[in-house]
């Protein structure tokens, strides 16, 4: 399986369901084949895509790989999933769609934890300890998102647990 014909098969079917494609991993394990799609979107709220989204457009790949010459008779194990938390953020929409969460940012001189304010296509915003501090992407070597327990509900932010 050639992954840039799948690519022309995928994508295409991503769209419509407001979701991109982020990667494509072709693994051959005997003689079948792994596709780990990674996909991404604004989804509803322009904070990623839903669940209900990716089942939906799963099926609709599935459905489209099953009949394109570029899958053949290669049998074939589709995983998709979204980006998930661990991922680094590296492109704008990254930051945008992760607003409100907390992120660890990995600077030449420093590091800084704050929560994501605003991003644009030149930097991000966060709130460092109640201050915020604009940041230039070229200025970021490595961002994440931090894995909060009990992440603040948009708009409770400050109030008390």
Do not use: C
């Amino acid at each position: 399986m050639q992954e840039a014909k799948l690519v022309a098969v995928i994508e295409p079917i991503l769209a419509q369901h407001g979701l991109e494609l982020d990667s494509l991993d072709v693994t051959r394990m005997g003689k079948r084949s792994v596709l780990r799609l990674t996909v991404d979107g604004d989804g509803p709220q322009g904070r990623g895509p839903l669940l209900d989204d990716i089942a939906a457009a799963s099926s609709a790949v599935s459905a489209a790989l099953d009949e394109d010459p570029a899958v053949g008779d290669h049998p074939y194990t589709l995983e998709v999933s979204s980006r998930g938390v661990g991922k680094p953020l590296t492109e704008p929409k990254h930051f945008r769609r992760n607003a409100t969460r907390l992120v660890k940012l990995w600077l030449a001189d420093a590091e800084l934890t704050g929560r994501i304010t605003d991003a644009d296509d030149d930097g991000v915003t966060v709130d460092v300890d109640g201050a915020e501090r604009t940041v230039p992407f070229a200025d970021i070597n490595k961002a994440v998102v931090q894995v909060e327990m009990n992440r603040p509900v948009d708009g409770d932010e400050d109030e008390e647990n």
